[in-house]
């Protein structure tokens, strides 16, 4: 199965901004900026295969990761150069925001 990656000059801000809108898919974009590539399986406990399937395929074909096999399992990479090219400064001020407790 082919996956669809976007080129970095296919990637539409407006994509960027729904694959971010959702809690679940910050935080995993979050992680790997932490923490670099990570197989899929290891991101998020508890969440059923096909909804992990539904973030990965916003994630990856909104152009903020690259999913790759490695052997039997899939490895998530965030595309921070790629996003940095397109959209020079988001990526940093997404993730500082998000480390930010928001307002009650």
Known sequence: M??????????RLEDVFTA???????KVVRALAESGPTSCGSLLDGVPKSTLTHH?????????IWQEAVGREYTLTLRGDDLEQRFPGLLPAVLRAARVPAPR
């Not at 082919?2 to 990637?11: F, G, M, N, V």
């Not at 971010?20 to 910050?26: A, C, D, E």
């Open 2 to 11: 082919a996956l669809r990656h976007p080129k970095t000059d296919e990637i």
């Open 20 to 26: 971010l809108s959702n809690p679940m898919r910050l």
């Open 56 to 64: 990965w395929r916003v994630l990856r074909e909104g152009g903020l």
